[in-house]
């Protein structure tokens, strides 16, 4: 299984950055698939993740901000991020399971496979 983040990179207080994520390898018939990130000296922690059945979760510090997508046919997770704060700065991984963990789905210890991730900085 491998995981390729794309799309980090610096923007202003505002502003909006689109990330993916290409997954291959990956062949469970139930999964959860989620964006994490991890800002320096804090731990990581879930931002978005959604699962086979289609639930989408949100930590609560993106929410109505943040959007998860997944394009099945190019196997590629994306979280369109908007209304960026200085607070959303960290290293943002994508991550994949094989299995439904239901109010897990944003838990970065229940996830074994992981990307490389990208950064994003939001700064004036």
């Known amino acids: 299984v491998q995981l390729a983040e794309s799309g980090g990179g610096l923007v202003q207080p505002g502003g909006s950055l689109r990330l993916s994520c290409t997954i291959s390898?990956?062949?469970?018939?139930?999964?959860?698939m989620g964006w994490f990130r991890q800002a320096p000296g804090k731990e990581r922690e879930g931002v978005a993740a959604?699962?086979?059945?289609?639930?989408?979760s949100y930590a609560d510090s993106v929410k109505g901000r943040f959007t998860l997508s997944q394009d099945n046919v190019k196997n590629t997770l994306i979280l369109q991020m908007n209304n960026l704060k200085p607070e959303d700065t960290a290293i943002y991984y994508c991550?994949?399971?094989?299995?439904?963990?239901?109010?897990?789905?944003?838990?970065?210890?229940?996830?074994?496979?992981w990307g490389q991730g990208t950064q994003v900085t939001v700064s004036s």
């Open positions: 991550a994949a399971e094989g299995d439904l963990m239901r109010l897990g789905s944003l838990v970065p210890l229940l996830y074994n496979y």
């Open positions: 959604i699962d086979s059945e289609g639930t989408i």
């Open positions: 390898g990956f062949t469970y018939s139930k999964y959860c």
